[in-house]
């Protein structure tokens, strides 16, 4: 070998070494992606209902165990049934400041509001943390205690008889119009802009019955104010023993809502692994394993290509349940 091969031989080395170390580096900082800035942490909601309590309390435990170096700030914007929300976190494509707590009008706007070009398939799959669940409440004046007292009165009322919900042609919509073709009611629903508000409504007598998850309602059940009849689960929640099932009660029937934190299209893969990585930490927390017993939450923590899957599942049964009411062709 002559000098000046063996020189262009070292120089070559020096170069691949270089090219290592820099190669190296990028990906350690890749690995470590951490918020630059305050994380702007939408909420497809408004104040005061379950999607709002859980974004609040999660919000707390990321800063309480400092699993975040920067605070996560909850924003709602419930407009539209969510289609606000959903419209804006599409704005926000392939950024990674912003996450977003969402339910299930997170299938159902899209779908009936096709012209906002939103394909929630294409949002980033962080975290499912819980799928709530959903109860049949009255309030204590009405006298009613089970099933048959209420569609009896519900029955009798006809359309002067109001099921008060979260908006059109979401989960409460499609629960009410599941007891009117069951039970061959003609309740009027009547859409309000959150659970907390309706819960409110209910336990103020304004409407005769809703159908809010267990953590929007909690509050007036303690204090007496609304009576739980029914739960859409597979078995009775241990928060509420003595109330049957739908199937017990002979219409085998279940619905969930998922309580999932999406991140916006095309989010960068190393922010995209921090979130998750945040969300089982919040998953993990004491609290919010107290959370999900104290609310009747359900379900395993599920994310990447799991999450996604569950989402397709669902919503291809939403496109259906819609369809069913005439909410879209």
């Not at 918020?35 to 859980?54: H, Y």
């Not at 509001?113 to 009255?138: N, Y």
């Not at 009660?249 to 922010?271: C, H, I, N, T, W």
Request: no cysteine.
């Amino acid at each position: 070998m002559t000098a000046k091969t063996s020189k262009l031989a070292l120089f070559s080395a020096a170069l691949i070494a270089a090219a290592t170390i820099v190669t190296n580096i990028s990906v350690a900082k890749a690995e470590e992606w951490v918020p630059r800035k305050p994380v702007e942490f939408v909420i497809m909601a408004g104040p005061g209902g379950g999607a709002d309590k859980m974004a609040r309390l999660m919000q707390t435990v990321i800063q309480k165990h400092h699993i975040s170096p920067k605070p996560f700030i909850p924003v709602n914007k419930p407009g539209g049934s969510g289609a606000e929300a959903l419209i804006y976190m599409k704005s926000k494509t392939g950024e990674d400041h912003t996450v977003m707590v969402t339910l299930n009008s997170f299938y159902t706007t899209p779908l009936r509001q096709p012209a906002l070009g939103i394909d929630p398939l294409t949002f980033t799959p962080i975290a499912r943390m819980a799928e709530d669940t959903f109860v049949l409440w009255v309030n204590k004046d009405s006298g009613i205690t089970n099933m048959e007292q209420y569609v009896a009165a519900a029955k009798k009322a006809g359309r002067n008889w109001s099921m008060a919900g979260t908006g059109r042609g979401q989960e409460d919509e499609l629960l009410t119009a599941f007891l009117n073709t069951t039970y061959g009611l003609d309740m009027k629903y009547v859409p309000f802009k959150g659970g907390g508000d309706v819960a409110k409504q209910l336990a103020g007598n304004h409407v005769n019955s809703t159908v809010n998850n267990p953590s929007e309602a909690i509050g007036f059940y303690q204090s007496g104010d609304l009576v739980p009849i029914a739960a859409f689960t597979k078995t009775r929640l241990a928060q509420f023993p003595n109330v049957p099932t739908m199937t017990e009660l002979g219409k085998p029937y279940s619905y969930f809502m998922q309580r999932s934190v999406v991140g916006p299209p095309e989010m960068d893969e190393a922010a995209y692994e921090f979130y998750r990585g945040v969300f089982k930490k919040v998953y993990d927390s004491k609290e919010w394993q107290d959370y999900m017993k104290k609310k009747s939450l359900l379900g395993e923590f599920i994310t990447g290509n799991d999450l996604l899957d569950y989402w397709k599942v669902n919503y291809a049964l939403h496109k259906k349940l819609l369809t069913e009411i005439g909410e879209i062709k």
